[in-house]
């Protein structure tokens, strides 16, 4: 029983130290079974497979390598030849199971370490890249803001210098010469009215266009709805979008906007399509899913709110369920 209970503390202190002073505990534990079971304790033989696969601790070529190993007492100590057996097959079990799941454990770790420093490589990129888009919309916008800057100077500058000198000069002559004072006076008023249009052409040059402004608003709205909810979202647009004014645009990004968050809602949906068709008399918005639709429509507070939108611009909205989902939205363009 002391041997046992030695035995014990023996295998408990293999896990508080070092590699090798675990062998040479390895070596007291098989030492003890064998002396214990020579005088008298045949049942500590039971333990000798389990300290035998911890001598290999993984190194063993095949689990068959060691169940023979373990089984080579039977040749030398009169024990019980299958419950020794049964003793040394579970202890090979048991260390297979241990090394599988080990060699895995370790295999996962190396995995989560190498996509550890994949993501902060990521991450370091990422800040880099984002750091390089705002530089450049720096430098975009001094440039743009130097553009302007020149084009002034250029241009509108000049013309109002040379307003305000004829100005000077026909101030100084109008008690002198009141037929020349008037005729510097025309001039700088033509020059000043050349300069308020050139600044006129300026600003509208400087003014994107409505309808890119629309467009662009739209695809913004859909890719940030499909990143939020990787629903995939798709855009089309045909026909004169000039026509399309302002006020307009604002309510087909509000009945849009409405009509994704339907589908989100109510549809069961993984595919909305979005188009835009402008005709000789009015314009045609339609949003479309693929997902349950409904044969009973009840109108709630969002179709209300867009037919509401669509009639004040004298328009109207068509709601439709029997194949997937579509809300339409026809308008008339002012040039009809």
Known sequence: MVSFFVY???????????????MFLLLGSIILIVV??????????????FSVCEVFDGKAPHVIVLLVVSLLPLFFFDIEPFLYSASAAGSC?????????????????QQLDQLRSHVQRLNVQVHENEEDRKQSQYMSRLEERNRISQGIHDHIGHSMTGALIQMEAAKTLM????HKAKELLDNAITISKEGIE???????????????????????KLDAFTRNTHIKT????????????????????????????????????????????????????V?????????????????????????????????????????TLLLPHERS
């Open 234 to 285: 798709s855009f089309v647009f045909s026909g004169n979008l000039d026509v399309i004014s302002a006020l307009q645009w604002k309510v087909i990004s509000e009945n849009v906007t409405e009509a994704l968050t339907n589908a989100l809602k109510y549809g069961n949906v993984t595919e909305i399509a979005v188009s835009i068709t402008v005709y000789n008399k009015l314009i045609k918005v």
């Open 198 to 220: 050139d600044i006129r052409l300026t600003l509208k040059n400087m003014k994107p266009p409505i309808e890119q402004l629309g467009v662009q608003r739209l695809k913004q």
């Open 8 to 22: 014990i503390a023996l295998n408990v202190a293999l896990y508080l130290v070092g590699r090798l002073s675990r």
């Open 93 to 109: 079990l048991l260390w297979k199971m241990n090394t599988t799941y080990y060699c895995k454990l370790v295999a996962n770790e």
């Open 287 to 327: 949003v479309k899913d693929n997902g349950v639709g409904a044969t009973k429509l009840i109108k709630g507070l969002g179709i209300v709110g867009m037919e509401e939108r669509a009639a004040l611009l004298h328009g109207t909205v068509i709601i439709d369920g029997s194949d997937g989902f579509s809300v």
């Open 175 to 178: 008690m002198v010469d009141q």
């Open 36 to 49: 214990g079971s020579i005088h008298g304790y045949a049942l500590l033989l039971l333990l000798l497979p």
